[in-house]
């Protein structure tokens, strides 16, 4: 189950225990735990009756099996988790195993307490350690949530310290605590997220705070375990500059590298293959071996296939199994320069290797992962192809054609396009870049060679010079990405969306018929309103702008706007639209963009000034009296606020998170601040300005309003609305979905219900909003956009 301690005085060890306090494994645990427990606290405290939804459904699909299986499970579940919890113990102490001993004792300690502490907050029913009503043969639910705060806890500190099939027995063990607590309570499972959640932040917590011992192979452990499969070193070999997994040594046939491929890399790996084979089609994404063996394994195959070819590769010495489990593959040396480090690429460099190229491609060997970083030139001049982790033998035409197209892209990047293009004609003919010209798109490249190619003018002179050479026609490009990440992200935010919108539908022929029946005089208002938010982004436009912005024109763009969001994220397209107005109209990109930015900037200010006057507003009159009873407590408000800024504080740490900041947050703060201080020293352009980004918003409070009051509500305040609207509205309006279809729906009806507007109302009341803000507009929207684009205002 563990490692046993190696004896240290027989010889040096062959491994050595590296504590890491910040590791970023255990940092990325915790992110996604607190993620899960700020999720259970919110759906705890403001979708309880989806919650109950749930768990009904759960019941009746649990009320289909025998009740003897579930006592059966229930039992056998039972005794292993007391075994494990009795026989653990005595296990670690036996193995001398006493900081994982120390860690458990302390994730079983600290978790069920955190999870008390939390049950201590009002308004969350299903937090409760009490006896639910059960439905298998115990009558109580089991376990506890407290226990499976504990358990989860226990198995995030505890796995660090397991073998793969340990820890898959673990986590499995926990799944069925999960699975039986569900099954056996007829309360809503929203307390197995907040427990697993607690446990999951605790448990990595502890790892964060006391740190992980991890087990790295050393030099003489590279040496013994090569030793063993026939391959002696003279003396312990040397690691790598820049790498802790990346060895030189020395045998009796010269100088050798050997790459140690440790599970945690090989798990890396599988989690990159699988996303990279459902995003990308076509370039020939295959499933990872099944262990890190077998993946070093077909490497080395693959190596001594293209070598038994005549392909320049390095030769294959040894395979070898370290007693851990890490897989060492030991090649012989190259002793040259990557092609990417040099200055020139001469004429022999290049034929060279597309020489290598057409005797790996001959061989049916596609690279896959070809850049000049995967190329290699030795003292002698000659040209070697390194790196074949992520070769696949037996390729077809399109597999070969990538990899032509990525060459072809790398070596443009350098030589320009016509030498690498007369290169790769002398050695593979027209028919081969023919084939590859499809495939010169920026998404199937690498992120090196990409770069590259954007620094060097793009890749639209290559295809140029591609079908000059060829006479081939007009390509037509691959599509290489079945989707982006963002697509991910908004069909997320439909699903959320849609679930939550659901259970109000039961009230849609009500809301129909309230529909029906509104008011003609309030509805003409809620156009109104709505005309009065182009009209206020017009004069923000021109207030914020140096230089003359006809007013008209400018209101006219703003209709277009509203087209362009349908397929457009939220405030992405207004702003790129505003700017290119700008640009046509003659100002330089700099001011389009500082202008657009001042206007941007004042919106928010304004917004931010308005929220707060109406804050004050119902703070001093009781507007919100009644309705601030039925919000959650101050303790819960405020469990929910650290949890946002624990995630706020975990991202600030990421290094890389940082730098995304300081290269694009910060100078579009600075350019807003440089465009706001031209807009100040004009009065006009400022009182134009502040007019027209005071109107944006408060069209839209209006709008919400008359909404609710066509559907005949008159109880509910024009505050309460308007604080509505400037909240929960504009945070529903950041959603990445276009226009934040769905998502603004669902925020605004659980807020106007939430301050008294009844369901049936609230519904239509939405609808007519979003019906007259977002919807009615598209149609002018477009007619605009095309007229604008026709007289080249666009």
């Not at 790769?424 to 920026?442: E, F, I, M, Q």
């Not at 101050?634 to 300081?662: M, N």
């Not at 600075?670 to 009182?687: E, Y």
């Not at 008159?714 to 945070?731: I, K, N, P, Q, R």
């Given at each position: 189950?563990?490692?046993?301690?190696?004896?240290?005085?027989?010889?040096?060890?062959?491994?050595?225990?590296?504590?890491?306090?910040?590791?970023?494994?255990?940092?990325?645990?915790?992110?996604?735990?607190?993620?899960?427990?700020?999720?259970?606290?919110?759906?705890?405290?403001?979708?309880?009756?989806?919650?109950?939804?749930?768990?009904?459904?759960?019941?009746?699909?649990?009320?289909?099996?025998?009740?003897?299986?579930?006592?059966?499970?229930?039992?056998?579940?039972?005794?292993?988790?007391?075994?494990?919890?009795?026989?653990?113990?005595?296990?670690?102490?036996?193995?001398?195993?006493?900081?994982?001993?120390?860690?458990?004792?302390?994730?079983?300690?600290?978790?069920?307490?955190?999870?008390?502490?939390?049950?201590?907050?009002?308004?969350?029913?299903?937090?409760?350690?009490?006896?639910?009503?059960?439905v298998d043969l115990t009558k109580v639910s089991w376990p506890p949530t407290s226990v499976l705060a504990g358990c989860t806890a226990l198995a995030v500190t505890a796995t660090g310290g397991l073998r793969r099939p340990w820890r898959r027995a673990v986590w499995f063990l926990l799944g069925l605590l999960i699975a039986l607590r569900v099954v056996t309570s007829a309360s809503a499972p929203v307390d197995v997220v907040i427990a697993v959640g607690i446990g999951g932040v605790v448990g990595s917590g502890i790892m964060l705070a006391l740190g992980r011992t991890a087990g790295r192979l050393t030099p003489h452990g590279v040496r013994v375990t090569l030793?063993?499969?026939?391959?002696?070193?003279?003396?312990?070999?040397?690691?790598?500059?820049?790498?802790?997994?990346?060895?030189?040594?020395?045998?009796?046939?010269?100088?050798?590298?050997?790459?140690?491929?440790?599970?945690?890399?090989?798990?890396?790996?599988?989690?990159?293959?699988?996303?990279?084979?459902?995003?990308?089609?076509?370039?020939?994404?295959?499933?990872?071996?099944?262990?890190?063996?077998?993946?070093?394994?077909?490497?080395?195959?693959?190596?001594?296939?293209?070598?038994?070819?005549?392909?320049?590769?390095?030769?294959?010495?040894?395979?070898?199994?370290?007693?851990?489990g890490e897989s060492l593959l030991a090649v012989d040396a190259v002793d040259g320069v990557l092609l990417s480090d040099l200055d020139e690429l001469s004429a022999d460099v290049l034929a060279g290797a597309w020489a290598q190229i057409v005797l790996l491609h001959d061989a049916g060997i596609a690279h896959r992962e070809l850049d000049l970083t995967r190329l290699s030139l030795d003292s002698s001049g000659a040209v070697w192809v390194t790196d074949l982790d992520h070769a696949q033998p037996a390729a077809n035409a399109a597999?070969?054609?990538?990899?032509?197209?990525?060459?072809?892209?790398?070596?443009?990047?350098?030589?320009?396009?016509?030498?690498?293009?007369?290169?790769?004609?002398?050695?593979?003919?027209?028919?081969?870049?023919?084939?590859?010209?499809?495939?010169?798109?920026?998404?199937?490249?690498?992120?090196?060679?990409?770069?590259?190619?954007?620094?060097?003018?793009?890749?639209?002179?290559?295809?140029?010079?591609?079908?000059?050479?060829?006479?081939?026609?007009?390509?037509?490009?691959?599509?290489?990405?079945?989707?982006?990440?963002?697509?991910?992200?908004?069909?997320?935010?439909?699903?959320?969306?849609?679930?939550?919108?659901?259970?109000?539908?039961?009230?849609?022929?009500?809301?129909?018929?309230?529909?029906?029946?509104a008011d003609p005089w309030w509805a003409g208002a809620v156009l109104l309103a709505s005309a009065a938010t182009y009209l206020g982004a017009a004069l923000g436009l021109a207030g914020g702008t140096p230089g003359r912005v006809p007013v008209g024109e400018a209101a006219s763009v703003a209709v277009a706007s509203s087209f362009v969001a349908t397929f457009s994220p939220p405030g992405v397209g207004q702003v790129g639209l505003n700017i290119r107005y700008l640009q046509k109209r003659g100002f330089v990109t700099p001011v389009a963009v500082s202008s657009s930015a001042a206007k941007e900037t004042a919106v928010l200010v304004v917004h931010l000034l308005l929220l707060s006057t109406f804050a004050v507003v119902a703070g001093s009159t009781g507007a919100l009296t009644?309705?601030?009873?039925?919000?959650?407590?101050?303790?819960?408000?405020?469990?929910?606020?650290?949890?946002?800024?624990?995630?706020?504080?975990?991202?600030?740490?990421?290094?890389?998170?940082?730098?995304?900041?300081?290269?694009?947050?910060?100078?579009?703060?600075?350019?807003?601040?440089?465009?706001?201080?031209?807009?100040?020293?004009?009065?006009?352009?400022?009182?134009?300005?502040?007019?027209g980004v005071s109107l944006l918003p408060l069209g839209y409070v209006f709008a919400?309003?008359?909404?609710?009051?066509?559907?005949?509500?008159?109880?509910?305040?024009?505050?309460?609305?308007?604080?509505?609207?400037?909240?929960?509205?504009?945070?529903?309006?950041?959603?990445?979905?276009?226009?934040?279809?769905?998502?603004?729906?669902?925020?605004?009806?659980?807020?106007?219900?939430?301050?008294g507007v009844p369901s049936g109302p609230a519904l239509a009341a939405v609808l007519l909003y979003r019906v007259a803000t977002f919807w009615l507009p598209i149609l002018p929207g477009f007619v605009s956009f095309r007229v604008l684009t026709r007289r080249s205002v666009l």
């Open positions: 189950m563990l490692d046993a301690p190696s004896d240290a005085a027989a010889a040096p060890p062959m491994y050595v225990d590296v504590r890491h306090r910040r590791s970023f494994r255990d940092g990325q645990a915790g992110f996604g735990w607190l993620i899960v427990f700020v999720a259970g606290l919110l759906f705890a405290t403001v979708a309880g009756a989806t919650m109950s939804g749930i768990a009904d459904d759960v019941q009746q699909g649990i009320g289909r099996v025998p009740r003897s299986v579930l006592g059966v499970v229930l039992v056998l579940v039972q005794v292993t988790y007391i075994l494990a919890l009795l026989v653990t113990p005595l296990v670690l102490l036996v193995m001398r195993r006493f900081a994982m001993l120390a860690r458990g004792a302390l994730a079983l300690s600290l978790a069920p307490f955190a999870f008390w502490l939390v049950q201590l907050l009002p308004q969350i029913p299903s937090a409760s350690l009490g006896v639910d009503d059960a030793a063993g499969s026939g391959l002696p070193l003279a003396g312990d070999p040397e690691p790598r500059a820049g790498t802790r997994w990346t060895f030189r040594g020395t045998a009796d046939e010269g100088p050798v590298d050997i790459r140690v491929l440790e599970e945690h890399r090989w798990s890396s790996a599988r989690l990159d293959e699988a996303y990279r084979r459902l995003r990308w089609r076509d370039v020939g994404e295959t499933s990872v071996d099944p262990d890190p063996l077998r993946l070093v394994t077909t490497e080395a195959m693959t190596l001594l296939l293209a070598a038994s070819r005549a392909v320049r590769v390095p030769t294959v010495r040894a395979v070898a199994t370290a007693p851990r597999l070969l054609a990538w990899d032509v197209a990525a060459l072809l892209a790398a070596t443009s990047a350098v030589v320009g396009p016509e030498r690498a293009v007369a290169a790769a004609d002398d050695a593979l003919g027209h028919a081969a870049l023919t084939l590859a010209l499809p495939r010169l798109v920026p998404g199937s490249l690498s992120t090196r060679t990409r770069a590259a190619v954007k620094a060097a003018g793009g890749i639209a002179p290559l295809v140029d010079e591609v079908r000059r050479v060829t006479g081939a026609a007009e390509p037509d490009f691959q599509t290489v990405a079945r989707f982006k990440p963002r697509t991910l992200v908004v069909a997320a935010f439909l699903a959320i969306a849609v679930y939550f919108l659901a259970p109000q539908f039961a009230d849609l022929p009500r809301s129909i018929t309230a529909l029906g029946g009644d309705e601030l009873h039925s919000l959650p407590p101050a303790g819960v408000v405020l469990a929910i606020v650290a949890g946002v800024l624990a995630l706020v504080g975990v991202a600030l740490a990421i290094p890389r998170v940082r730098r995304l900041l300081r290269a694009w947050l910060v100078p579009a703060v600075r350019s807003s601040v440089d465009a706001m201080r031209i807009v100040v020293s004009s009065p006009v352009k400022l009182v134009t300005l502040l007019l919400l309003y008359f909404s609710v009051r066509a559907m005949g509500v008159d109880s509910t305040t024009f505050v309460a609305v308007a604080l509505v609207s400037l909240t929960a509205g504009a945070v529903a309006t950041a959603a990445p979905t276009p226009g934040g279809v769905g998502v603004v729906e669902a925020v605004l009806l659980a807020s106007l219900t939430g301050i």
